[in-house]
Structure formats: C-alpha cells, structure tokens
C-alpha cells in the first residue's frame, strides 16, 4: 500500500514536472522579435505546424528522421563510435527494461499470453538488457574518468544520472540473485504454485533446486543420489516448469546467486531480498520523479528536437513555432561538448580565458537567461564575448547530435543582448559581417544600426573629428562626462604609412568606399587620406575618421598597396587604441594612454 502510494507520488511529480518543462517551451522568451507572440498564439502555431506536417508530403521526412536520428542515432554515430554504443546501451537496455520489466502489468502481459517473469525469453531478457544497460555505464566512465574526452565535463547532474542508473540495476540484479539462491522464496514458490504433500516429493524438488537453480537449503545439501535428483526433475516438470525456467538463463542473477552462497543463509535470515527491493523501488521512484528536473529531460526534448529541425525551414516556419524550438532547444542539449571540440573559436576561448565562447558552455549560460535567472556585469560581458565572437561557421550546428539549430540560436541572442542595451565594441569589427547577412532577421525598426551606433559612442565616445592642429586629441568618455587627453606616439618602426605617394589604390579597391555613393560624406577620410594625416602627423583627424569603424578588416588595400603599407594594420591599430581607451576611463585612471602606429 505504501509503496504503490509513493508510485502515484512518483508519477504525479514527473507528470506535473513533465507538463511545466513543456509549457515553458511556450511560455518563455529568448532573442528577438518576440514580443507581441503570446503563448496561447504559440500553441495555436505549433498545433497548425504539427497537422501541417502530418498531412504533407514532409511526413516521410518525419518518419525518415525518427528512424536514422531518434532510433538509430546517425548523428551520434558518424561523430563518435564509442559514444554511439554508449548510448545505444543506456537508453536503448533502460527503455526496454521499462516497457518489458517495469510496465509489465501494463504492457508485457496484455501482449505477450502466458506471460511470467521467470520463464524465457522474458527471464533471459531482463538480464540482457541490464547487462547493456551495465556496458553502457561502464563505457561512460570509461570516457569522462580515462579517456577524458575533451570539453566533456562532468557535473553534479551527470554524477546523480550515473549513481542513480547503477543503483537501480545493481540492486536488480542483486536482489534477483538473493531470490534464486533463497530457501525462502523457494518455500513461498512450492506453497502458492505446486500440489505437493508427500515429503519424500518435497524433498526430492528441494535437492533438485539446490543442485540445478542455485537455491541454498538449510535441510539438504549435495552430493545427491541420482534418484533422487531424477525423481526432483519429475516434480519439477509437473509442478514448477511452466512457470519457471532454468535459473542459468538469468546469467546476471545466477552468477550473483553463486557468488553469496556462502552467505545466502544469512542474507535470508535478515530478509535481505526485501531490503534490496525497496532499495530498487525508491531508486526508480526517485529517479522518475527527479527526471523533468535534471538534463536527463533530455531523452524526451532530443527526439522532439529532432524530429522538429528535420521538417522546419529557415525563412518559411511560423517565428511562433521557431521561437518556441529555441526554447525547447535549451532541454534538449545533452551537454556532450561535441559542438565545442569542432568549434573555430575554441582558440580565443583559451586566449581570453572565457568559457562562454564554447557552444556548449553558452547553452547552459542561456538556460540559466531563459530561466530569469540573475545575472551580473561579469557575467553578461562575458556572454556577449561568447556569442560574439562565433565565427558563425556553423560547424556546431551540423555535428549537434541533439539537432540543435545552434548558428540560428546564436544570432538571435546576440541581437537580443544588443538591442537590451549591452553596447559591445566587436559589432564594429569583422565580426559583424554576420550581421550585415542578416539584416532582415530583425524586424524591428533601425535593429540593425542602433547596435552599431551604441557601440560606436561606448567605445569612442564623441571625438571632435576636425580639431585645432595644434591641440591633442580629446576622447570624451560619455557616462562620466569627463575629457581625456590622449597622446599618440609614433615609432619609426611603425611608420609604414610614411611611404604613400598617394595612388590611391586603397581607396579605390575598398568594398566599404565602395558602398557608398559619397563616401567622404558618410565615412569622414577614406583609406588614402588617413595615411595622409598621419604622414602630417595629423593622427587626431585620422583618429576621428569613421572609416577605421566602417573597415572590414579584409586586407585588399593592404595586399594591393604598390608600396608595402600595413594600411589594414593601421586602422587596426586605431581602432584597438580607442578599445583600449574605453577600458581605462571607465576605471578612471589618471594614466595618458599612447598607441603605437
């Protein structure tokens, strides 16, 4: 009674915790462009999407992903053949142990006529299936504790996924190996299911039991009389055979029963078979209930994800229903770190020190952002490090196993933490080409340039484009209101720009001059005139130019230039001074920045 109260309780708290994980994928927000999308509008797009596909010719394409992607595991398998077998062991040994042995009242006895737990295929099976579940644990460990595969972490949740996984299948099979070898099942087996009174019968079973299934007997004990053994295996066949095969074809027990045979009379006396079942019982109660809480959601979000990117369509699916997969995508990651070991930023990531440049570290990141979680200054910089400086080779997203959309995801958080207001200097580098791709992924109005503009005044604040000759340059810093005097220093090592004679090559062979039907207009001094400046010593006219903002950083002026100048470089150069710049007023130091061109 009380365990079935506490299986209710288990199934209750996974429904509950299942229903609230799958609103959430409507409920909750993440980018851009989301918000006039309700949720009852979310439900109603992905219900359309759902009838959609289903009465389309995109329901093969459905079909076709749940076979190679949920069933087989393609994706897995063409990165990782160890990996594949791991998982092919856990999740495919536990799901068949749950529909054959844990839902058997419900599944395996309406199917299957005749069916009991110790006869074959079933006795068999279960162990079968508790060995692949066993390989698969031992593969896992195997991976994060020896082989230490890289960018795969462990967290507390993956050790409790592991704990839990081994307590319910050791306590399986050492509860089922206490029963073979106990005197008291046997008793309770011959009470309830065998018509026998004649003690001699009785005994005869009994002699066959413990000679044949492992069952350790306080009355008889080997080498027995071959008449008696004879006479036990006539009974058995009457009485116990239609319903209970050999104890060896549950190898996992069997072997279990033979190696506490020397003590199963003890584990029997203190009812250790009971204590081991309630132990089994508790573990799956408590990893049920615990699932919709932990990253093994995974095994219910993964397949949907799946099955959700194989039939969607960039340009084409409801920004409802991509919005809502976005969300849903967060779940499904299973923290592989396969995105990260093929990511082309992992470099900088070891460079800066900042582990939110990794796909994989970012996920988590976005959960905790989703979630409404707090987070601070360091944290939010960082992030937009992470997203920013995506390369966006899409790398990730063709090897996620999960299928996880993770290049899509990236660019709609990275607009939604620019246009929140965080400004980030890297919107005015090469980076940015991304965007200029993209620019009507943000609906909203000016989306595109705002970011741009913010950045521009964070890290330049307003520089006085044509000053004095005679004075310095001033960089204003905007949110203290305060004017710093800045210095430029000149080496002769550095002085590339001394040997223009003013073709003008540069100018003409740039994309961004190009893009412009009065270029001087809109970007200040083009390419040319900036070396002139310099050449002058006019750095504060150069400085001040928005072309050094507006460079693209792809070097054709630089490789076509007749006289070997490092006009790319240059601007380069400025442009990380004025970075710089912004770092050291917004922590007040008196110091006079220099940068060397």
Same mark, same amino acid.
């Given at each position: 009674?009380?365990?079935?109260?506490?299986?209710?309780?288990?199934?209750?708290?996974?429904?509950?915790?299942?229903?609230?994980?799958?609103?959430?994928?409507?409920?909750? +927000?993440?980018?851009? #462009?989301?918000?006039?999308?309700?949720?009852?509008?979310?439900?109603?797009?992905?219900?359309?999407?759902?009838?959609?596909?289903?009465?389309?010719? *995109?329901?093969?394409?459905?079909? *076709?992903?749940?076979?190679?992607?949920?069933?087989?595991?393609?994706? /897995?398998?063409?990165?990782?053949?160890?990996?594949?077998?791991?998982?092919?062991? !856990?999740?495919?040994?536990?799901?068949?142990?749950?529909?054959?042995?844990?839902?058997?009242?419900?599944?395996?006895?309406?199917?299957?006529?005749?069916?009991?737990?110790?006869?074959?295929?079933?006795?068999?099976?279960?162990?079968?299936?508790?060995?692949?579940?066993?390989?698969?644990?031992?593969?896992?460990?195997?991976?994060?504790?020896?082989?230490?595969? $890289?960018?795969?972490?462990?967290?507390?949740?993956?050790?409790?996924?592991?704990?839990?996984?081994?307590?319910? /299948?050791? #306590?399986?099979?050492?509860? =089922?190996? /206490?029963?073979?070898?106990?005197?008291?099942?046997?008793?309770?087996?011959? =009470?309830d299911y065998a018509e026998i009174d004649d003690p001699d019968e009785l005994k005869a079973v009994e002699s066959y039991w413990v000679e044949n299934f492992g069952v350790v007997s306080p009355?008889?004990?080997?080498?027995?009389?071959?008449?008696?053994?004879?006479?036990?295996?006539?009974?058995?066949?009457?009485?116990?055979?239609?319903?209970?095969?050999?104890?060896?074809?549950?190898?996992?027990?069997?072997?279990?029963?033979?190696?506490?045979?020397?003590?199963?009379?003890?584990?029997?006396?203190?009812?250790?078979?009971?204590?081991?079942?309630?132990?089994?019982?508790?573990?799956?109660?408590?990893?049920?209930?615990?699932?919709?809480?932990?990253?093994?959601?995974?095994?219910?979000?993964?397949?949907?994800?799946?099955?959700?990117?194989?039939?969607?369509?960039?340009?084409?699916?409801? $920004?409802?229903?991509?919005?809502?997969?976005?969300?849903?995508?967060?779940?499904?990651?299973?923290?592989?770190?396969?995105?990260?070991?093929?990511?082309?930023?992992?470099?900088?990531?070891?460079?800066?020190?900042? =582990?939110?440049?990794?796909?994989? =570290?970012?996920? #988590?990141?976005?959960?905790?952002?989703?979630?409404? +979680?707090?987070?601070?200054?360091?944290?939010?910089?960082?992030?937009?490090?992470?997203?920013?400086?995506?390369?966006?080779?899409?790398?990730?997203?063709?090897?996620?196993? #999960?299928?996880?959309?993770?290049?899509?995801?990236w660019f709609n958080v990275r607009e939604h933490l620019l246009q929140e207001g965080y400004p980030e200097p890297l919107v005015l580098s090469q980076f940015s080409f991304i965007r200029g791709?993209?620019?009507?992924?943000?609906?909203?109005?000016?989306?595109?340039?705002?970011?741009?503009?913010?950045? %521009?005044?964070?890290?330049?604040?307003?520089?006085?484009?044509?000053?004095?000759?005679?004075?310095?340059?001033?960089?204003?810093?905007?949110?203290?209101?305060?004017?710093?005097?800045?210095?430029?220093?000149?080496?002769?090592?550095?002085?590339?720009?001394?040997?223009?004679?003013?073709?003008?090559?540069?100018?003409?062979?740039? $994309?961004?001059?190009?893009?412009?039907?009065?270029?001087?207009?809109?970007?200040? !001094?083009?390419?040319? %005139?900036?070396?002139?400046?310099?050449?002058?010593?006019?750095?504060?006219?150069?400085?001040?130019?928005?072309?050094?903002?507006d460079c693209l950083t792809c070097y054709q002026c630089q490789e076509e230039c007749p006289q070997n100048v490092k006009i790319t470089d240059i601007l380069y150069d400025l442009k990380n001074?004025?970075?710089?710049?912004?770092? *050291?007023?917004?922590?007040?130091?008196?110091?006079?920045?220099?940068?060397?061109?």
């Amino acid at each position: 009674m009380v365990f079935t109260l506490l299986l209710y309780i288990s199934l209750a708290i996974f429904i509950i915790g299942s229903i609230y994980k799958i609103y959430g994928w409507f409920s909750k +927000k993440i980018g851009i #462009s989301v918000k006039n999308i309700t949720t009852s509008e979310r439900v109603t797009a992905a219900l359309g999407g759902i009838l959609k596909t289903i009465f389309s010719i *995109k329901i093969f394409t459905l079909i *076709k992903a749940f076979i190679f992607d949920v069933v087989i595991q393609q994706r /897995i398998l063409k990165e990782d053949f160890l990996r594949w077998l791991m998982h092919t062991l !856990l999740y495919g040994g536990f799901m068949l142990l749950l529909l054959l042995h844990a839902l058997d009242d419900i599944i395996t006895e309406p199917l299957f006529h005749g069916y009991y737990s110790t006869v074959n295929p079933y006795f068999f099976l279960r162990n079968l299936f508790a060995l692949m579940v066993i390989a698969g644990l031992a593969i896992a460990l195997y991976r994060r504790f020896i082989l230490k595969v $890289p960018r795969l972490k462990t967290s507390g949740m993956d050790s409790y996924a592991i704990i839990i996984v081994a307590v319910i /299948i050791v #306590s399986g099979i050492l509860l =089922e190996g /206490i029963k073979i070898a106990s005197y008291t099942e046997f008793k309770i087996m011959v =009470e309830d299911y065998a018509e026998i009174d004649d003690p001699d019968e009785l005994k005869a079973v009994e002699s066959y039991w413990v000679e044949n299934f492992g069952v350790v007997s306080p009355n008889v004990k080997g080498p027995f009389n071959q008449d008696i053994l004879e006479q036990g295996l006539e009974v058995h066949e009457a009485n116990c055979a239609d319903c209970h095969s050999a104890s060896q074809w549950a190898f996992g027990g069997y072997v279990t029963a033979r190696v506490i045979s020397p003590v199963a009379l003890f584990l029997d006396s203190v009812n250790a078979s009971t204590i081991l079942w309630y132990i089994h019982i508790l573990a799956c109660f408590s990893g049920l209930a615990y699932l919709p809480f932990s990253k093994m959601f995974h095994i219910i979000a993964t397949p949907v994800s799946l099955l959700a990117n194989a039939v969607m369509e960039d340009g084409k699916s409801s $920004p409802a229903n991509i919005l809502t997969k976005q969300v849903m995508e967060l779940d499904a990651c299973t923290r592989c770190g396969t995105c990260s070991l093929h990511c082309s930023a992992v470099m900088a990531s070891e460079s800066l020190g900042n =582990e939110y440049i990794l796909p994989s =570290e970012k996920i #988590s990141f976005l959960k905790a952002m989703v979630a409404g +979680k707090e987070l601070n200054d360091g944290e939010l910089k960082a992030i937009q490090e992470g997203v920013y400086l995506c390369t966006n080779c899409n790398r990730c997203t063709v090897v996620c196993p #999960s299928g996880i959309n993770l290049k899509e995801l990236w660019f709609n958080v990275r607009e939604h933490l620019l246009q929140e207001g965080y400004p980030e200097p890297l919107v005015l580098s090469q980076f940015s080409f991304i965007r200029g791709l993209n620019r009507d992924y943000n609906a909203q109005a000016n989306g595109y340039f705002k970011p741009i503009k913010d950045a %521009q005044l964070a890290v330049a604040g307003n520089f006085d484009a044509i000053m004095d000759k005679s004075k310095p340059l001033y960089l204003k810093d905007r949110e203290q209101g305060e004017r710093v005097r800045l210095r430029i220093k000149l080496q002769s090592e550095g002085n590339t720009y001394s040997s223009c004679f003013g073709c003008q090559t540069c100018t003409t062979i740039c $994309p961004v001059v190009g893009n412009y039907d009065d270029p001087e207009k809109r970007l200040g !001094l083009l390419p040319h %005139q900036i070396m002139f400046s310099l050449g002058l010593g006019l750095v504060d006219m150069a400085a001040g130019s928005k072309m050094i903002w507006d460079c693209l950083t792809c070097y054709q002026c630089q490789e076509e230039c007749p006289q070997n100048v490092k006009i790319t470089d240059i601007l380069y150069d400025l442009k990380n001074f004025a970075v710089r710049n912004l770092e *050291k007023t917004s922590e007040k130091t008196d110091s006079v920045p220099q940068v060397q061109v």
